[in-house]
């Protein structure tokens, strides 16, 4: 069994009166997440330390999300190949990460990327992806070995990653997002892998990934991240901020048909497959902010002038009769 080393740091006495974190990815079967892109252009992670205001607030909001699911390893292709994984991460890109649960850790055992029909990554070692509970200036250290397979050809490797909880505040997000009492983790991994290119002749690539993910008390997943990747020479760049269902709005369309878009200053939705009648299209920012409401008359189609340019970003557009009762709830994406 590899060794975990978590350590303390010496601070003063106030620090360990902060509060403690036990919800840092501690997932259970069933949970369930939406991230929405934020433009991470020249994005910087802000300061560490106590009572620190991260304020991302003016940042744009992207068109593209991405839905994170718990499942059971059963439930996926390649349950049958990593046996002791107890939960499953299921990504709407087809990515699969396959972890062993305990009280206070998860362990990534597999990867897989349904995309590329392949089970590219599995660890002979298995890598700390989570620490808990935690508090701020905790931090844990992990050593790990991985064994893969690309197109083919075996691929061996390891690395380090180590995770700092460097600092504690108030975190602002886009749409009037405001969370109280978050934790950051400062996340750090590296990694070389090597194959044979040529007999005898071996090519290593250097993986480097350097995250912030900010953590608030309720949910399991973080409500923020900013992760820089640096692969072979090549980077990228990604920030994300966790969906939070506005609470002024009252429920979710079960119109699986229902079309919004917006069009040269126009918001279209079609396939409400209503009768005639007077209805409410009322549109909200993602804190639940009402932007816009407009009466109409419609059947199956409807069209609004959107009274004021919208930034980019993600909205959300509801539909309601002349009783306020709600017909459709849909997110939508604005692009400039």
């Given at each position: 069994?590899?060794?975990?080393?978590?350590?303390?740091?010496?601070?003063?006495?106030?620090?360990?009166?902060?509060?403690?974190?036990?919800n840092?990815?501690?997932?259970?079967l069933?949970?369930?997440?939406?991230y929405?892109?934020?433009?991470?252009?020249?994005?910087?992670?802000?300061?560490?330390?106590a009572?620190?205001?991260?304020?991302?607030?003016?940042?744009?909001?992207?068109?593209?999300?991405?839905?994170?699911?718990?499942?059971?390893?059963a439930?996926?292709?390649?349950?049958?190949?990593?046996t002791?994984?107890d939960?499953?991460?299921r990504?709407?890109?087809?990515?699969?990460?396959?972890y062993?649960?305990?009280?206070n850790?998860?362990?990534?055992?597999?990867?897989a990327d349904?995309?590329?029909n392949?089970?590219?990554?599995?660890?002979?070692?298995?890598?700390?992806?989570?620490?808990?509970?935690?508090?701020?200036?905790?931090?844990a250290?992990?050593?790990?070995?991985?064994?893969?397979?690309f197109?083919?050809?075996?691929?061996?490797g390891?690395?380090?990653?180590?995770?700092?909880?460097?600092?504690?505040?108030?975190?602002?997000?886009p749409?009037?997002?405001?969370?109280?009492?978050v934790l950051r983790?400062k996340i750090?991994?590296?990694?070389?892998?090597?194959?044979?290119?040529?007999?005898?002749?071996?090519?290593?690539?250097?993986?480097?990934?350097?995250?912030?993910?900010?953590?608030?008390?309720?949910?399991?997943?973080?409500?923020?991240?900013?992760?820089?990747f640096?692969?072979?020479?090549?980077?990228?760049?990604?920030?994300?901020m966790?969906y939070k269902?506005p609470?002024s709005?009252?429920?979710?369309?079960?119109?699986?048909k229902?079309?919004?878009y917006?069009?040269?200053?126009?918001?279209?939705?079609?396939?409400?497959?209503?009768n005639?009648?007077?209805?409410t299209?009322s549109?909200?920012?993602?804190?639940?902010?009402?932007?816009?409401?407009?009466a109409?008359?419609?059947?199956?189609?409807?069209?609004?002038?959107?009274?004021?340019?919208?930034?980019?970003?993600v909205?959300v557009?509801?539909?309601?009769?002349?009783t306020?009762?709600?017909?459709?709830?849909?997110?939508?994406?604005?692009?400039?």
């Amino acid at each position: 069994m590899k060794k975990l080393l978590v350590v303390l740091l010496t601070f003063p006495i106030a620090v360990f009166a902060q509060r403690s974190y036990n919800n840092l990815d501690n997932f259970t079967l069933g949970d369930n997440a939406t991230y929405v892109d934020v433009d991470e252009s020249g994005m910087q992670a802000g300061n560490s330390g106590a009572n620190i205001t991260w304020d991302f607030s003016n940042v744009a909001l992207l068109s593209d999300t991405m839905r994170i699911s718990i499942v059971s390893p059963a439930s996926t292709t390649w349950g049958s190949v990593f046996t002791g994984a107890d939960i499953t991460e299921r990504h709407s890109d087809g990515r699969y990460y396959y972890y062993q649960k305990t009280a206070n850790n998860n362990f990534l055992i597999g990867f897989a990327d349904s995309s590329r029909n392949t089970v590219s990554y599995y660890t002979k070692n298995s890598a700390m992806f989570a620490n808990r509970p935690m508090k701020y200036t905790d931090s844990a250290t992990d050593v790990f070995e991985d064994s893969s397979a690309f197109s083919g050809t075996p691929v061996t490797g390891g690395g380090f990653g180590k995770v700092i909880a460097d600092g504690y505040g108030t975190l602002k997000l886009p749409g009037n997002v405001t969370y109280n009492n978050v934790l950051r983790l400062k996340i750090y991994q590296y990694q070389a892998d090597s194959f044979e290119i040529s007999p005898g002749v071996k090519q290593t690539f250097i993986a480097i990934t350097s995250s912030y993910w900010w953590y608030d008390t309720v949910s399991n997943f973080a409500v923020f991240k900013l992760d820089s990747f640096s692969v072979g020479g090549f980077s990228d760049k990604r920030a994300r901020m966790l969906y939070k269902k506005p609470t002024s709005i009252q429920s979710v369309s079960s119109v699986n048909k229902l079309r919004c878009y917006f069009a040269d200053g126009v918001l279209y939705i079609d396939n409400i497959g209503v009768n005639d009648g007077n209805y409410t299209v009322s549109l909200y920012d993602l804190s639940g902010r009402l932007l816009q409401a407009q009466a109409v008359k419609a059947k199956n189609n409807i069209a609004v002038d959107i009274q004021t340019p919208f930034a980019s970003g993600v909205y959300v557009v509801r539909v309601s009769d002349n009783t306020n009762r709600i017909i459709a709830v849909k997110r939508i994406a604005v692009t400039e």
